[in-house]
């Protein structure tokens, strides 16, 4: 057996990576801490369990079933719901990460409305110097028009911390990393494509927004830039969910299989190459989690900025005077 996970060598990896999925319940490592509600949609019928004890009893739905183990199905068929809208695990790190970006600035703001003339510390000073660089750096710089950038910048303020602290969820042992799921980083390239193209439609007006799917090109070529710009569109968004689920999956994937080569080996004497590279892959993390939540929301802005075109505030006001 290896080590003390109770599985042959041969299966190590196999049961360290199945902790890095989605799970029903709050799950901190190897253990479940507690059950979360269970909400099923089936045949327009509405179902709602608050435990896994009283699924169970329900007798209408298992999570022991021997064709599906460890998920929801119906007991007589093996069926899944038409939708689950359970609160998973990864869920409930994502309304934890809510309510911590909601308590950060409800301090800070508490701070400001106090001791409005005061010079800012602490947190107050890391949220301030935060605050600037993104709307100096990031916003303003590629989103065209002062007034329009400003009036976005709640949402990438919001954008940015709400994945890096996702992110550094996934560091803290037994964690999980909800934007190693798929689920989340579409969510989150959803609303960024509302608001890339209905900011966009916005500012431009319907006339200029859709003349820009000819690319820049003449109106004889627009049979063939139409629908190079249409699948742009959608590639857009496509590549930053799959950037960062993909980024955030693997350097998880390193470190348990890392750790996993003590148990595969049954040794300790490849525990101090396999915790060296694992300390080093560590930090290389911490630097990725605060690198992505960057880079999807500085590319968020430029492609903003970019279907926005000259289109933004300024550019009207200096036209009509």
Do not use: C
């Not at 199905?73 to 790190?93: E, H, K, Q, R």
């Not at 701070?111 to 510390?121: I, L, Q, T, V």
């Not at 968020?300 to 009509?320: Q, S, W």
């Amino acid at each position: 057996m290896a080590g003390n996970l109770n599985v042959p060598p041969d299966q190590v990896f196999n049961k360290l990576l199945s902790d890095l999925g989605d799970h029903h319940g709050l799950v901190i490592g190897p253990y479940h801490l507690a059950d979360l509600p269970f909400i099923f949609i089936k045949d327009g019928e509405f179902d709602v369990y608050f435990s896994h004890h009283a699924l169970e009893e329900s007798g209408k739905w298992t999570m022991s079933h021997p064709d599906h183990p460890h998920h929801p199905v119906l007991a007589d068929s093996g069926a899944g719901p038409d939708l689950d809208l359970s609160i998973t695990n990864f869920v409930f790190f994502q309304f934890l990460g809510m309510a911590i970006i909601l308590g950060i600035f409800a301090i800070v703001g508490g701070r400001y409305r106090k001791k409005p003339d005061k010079a800012p510390s602490g947190i107050q000073n890391a949220m301030e110097a935060l605050v600037t660089y993104i709307r100096d750096d990031v916003v303003r710089a590629n989103i065209p028009g002062r007034k329009l950038a400003d009036k976005m910048l709640p949402y990438f303020i919001t954008n940015f911390l709400f994945i890096l602290i996702l992110n550094l969820f996934g560091l803290i042992p037994g964690g999980h990393v909800a934007t190693s799921g798929i689920g989340t980083t579409t969510a989150l390239a959803i609303i960024a494509f509302f608001v890339i193209n209905v900011t966009a439609f916005r500012a431009a007006g319907a006339g200029h927004y859709f003349h820009h799917f000819l690319g820049g090109a003449p109106t004889f070529m627009a049979p063939i830039m139409i629908p190079v710009e249409i699948i742009s569109l959608f590639a857009k968004p496509f590549a930053l969910a799959v950037r960062l689920f993909a980024n955030m999956t693997a350097g998880h994937v390193v470190l348990l299989s890392l750790v996993g080569l003590i148990f595969y080996f049954e040794s300790l004497a490849v525990s101090p190459v396999s915790i060296g590279f694992s300390v080093f892959v560590y930090f290389i993390e911490l630097l990725v989690s605060f690198l992505q939540a960057y880079i999807f929301t500085i590319l968020t802005a430029v492609f903003a900025g970019l279907a926005i075109g000259n289109h933004g505030d300024d550019h009207a006001e200096g036209a009509h005077a």
